[in-house]
Every structure is written in structure tokens, then in C-alpha cells.
């Protein structure tokens, strides 16, 4: 029960079917985006160390530093440091994605296609995505729970290489075990990472015609 004084400071009610109007909401949308931008911040240094030292030697303070926040704060954005390394690997396949769907919608044949897929990859991995590289060297890092959260988009990236070998190999391009060959692909054009320097005699499109034409004989010809 309220008193005639308690009654006198309460907000009035909104009339039926309309809502009161709610301070503050610009200030918290602003808010939002403030946070969104922090936390982009943050995913970028923490790949770049994780690419860096690895992702066991890097610790939390490490990426709030490289930022300029104490090391508590960062808890405001991720719960666990494994959680910093879901996002980044989320992220990194999320450009990967990006860089190669339009050149594998412009190739009209298998080939074609799987030049463009090797152009993308190659790409991603040499052209400062630290996020792919990530991937690549700490798969092994995340706990179970944490793989089911990303399994879907490694999923999606690896059935676009299946589709595309099985189609070489209905041309008769390619045979054997399909798994295997895009492992073997994958591994080599991987393993660049330890060699390739982009100042050299092969270009990413130059170096991709290379592999292309070691997993499919002849393909360069008709790429």
C-alpha cells in the first residue's frame, strides 16, 4: 500500500497499447558500437600475438596491453581466454569466405574453380590474415566445447573444396581418395606460410598455378 506522497512520485502510467518512453537509449546504442569497435580492437591484437608467440605463451594481459587496457577489463568483453580464440578463428573464416566467393562464382568449370578457391586461400594466408593463420596453428588448442562452436563454418569452407574435386574427378581430372587429395592440397599450400615471401619470383596467382598443376596435371593449361 502507498502513501498519498508515495503516490504523488510515482511515474504515470502509459496509456494502453503504447509503451513509456525510455531515457537513455541513444546513449546506450552509442554505447554498443563503442563496445563492438573495442572488441574488433581486441580480436586483432590477440591474433596477431597468437600468430606471434602462440596462443599458449600469450596471455590475457598481453592483449589487454597491446590495446591499452588493464588486464581485468578484457573480461568485460570475453569471458576466457579461449573464448578470445573462438572469435578469432570465427573471424578468420569469416574472410576467408569473403575473399575467395567471388572469384569461385565468376569460374564456369571445376578447374577453374579450384584455381580460384587456391588464389583465395593463399591470399588469406599471405596477405596479413593473421586470423587464418591462427586457424591453422591452433586447431588443436581449443577444448572440445569450443570446436562444436566453430565446427559448422570449417564445415561449409571444406565442403566447397570437396564439391569442387568431386566434379574434377567426375572429368576424370582427379582420382583416388578426395579427402586425402584435399588434405594433401590444403597441407601444401599450408606450408608456404614457412617459405613463400611475396618479393620473390612467384606472385599468389603464379604460385597457385604451380600447386594446381602438381595435385591436377595439366590443369594450368586449362585454367
Known amino acids: 500500500m502507498h502513501t498519498a506522497a508515495e503516490a504523488g512520485t510515482r511515474r504515470p502510467r502509459a496509456a494502453k497499447g503504447t509503451r ?3 531515457s537513455g ?3 546506450r546504442r552509442m554505447k554498443t558500437n563503442d563496445e563492438s569497435a573495442r572488441k574488433v580492437e581486441l580480436r586483432t591484437a590477440a591474433a596477431h600475438l597468437f600468430r606471434k608467440v602462440g596462443y599458449a605463451r600469450a596471455t590475457v594481459r598481453d592483449v589487454a596491453k597491446a590495446v591499452g587496457l588493464q588486464s581485468g577489463s578484457i573480461f568485460y568483453y570475453y569471458e576466457t581466454k579461449e573464448e578470445i580464440l573462438v572469435d578469432v578463428m570465427r573471424e578468420g573464416m569469416r574472410r576467408f569466405m569473403e575473399t575467395v566467393m567471388e572469384p569461385l ?3 564456369t568449370t571445376p578447374v577453374m574453380r579450384l584455381r580460384a578457391l587456391l588464389i583465395g586461400h593463399l591470399k588469406a ?3 596479413g590474415n593473421d586470423e587464418l593463420a591462427v586457424i591453422l596453428s591452433e586447431w588443436r588448442s581449443l577444448a572440445p566445447n569450443s570446436r562444436r562452436k566453430i565446427v559448422k563454418q570449417r564445415d561449409e569452407i571444406e565442403a566447397m573444396w570437396d564439391r569442387v574435386l ?5 572429368e576424370g581430372r582427379v582420382r583416388g581418395d578426395l579427402a586425402i587429395l584435399r588434405l594433401a592440397l590444403l597441407g601444401a599450400a599450408n606450408w608456404s606460410l614457412q617459405w613463400y615471401d611475396e618479393r620473390g619470383r612467384l606472385s599468389i596467382d603464379a604460385l597457385a598455378d604451380q600447386l594446381l598443376d602438381l595435385f591436377v596435371p595439366g590443369a594450368e593449361k586449362t585454367a
Open 20 to 22: 513509456a518512453p525510455r
Open 25 to 27: 537509449v541513444k546513449c
Open 105 to 107: 562464382r565468376d569460374a
Open 125 to 127: 594466408l599471405h596477405g
Open 166 to 170: 568431386r566434379e574434377l574427378a567426375a
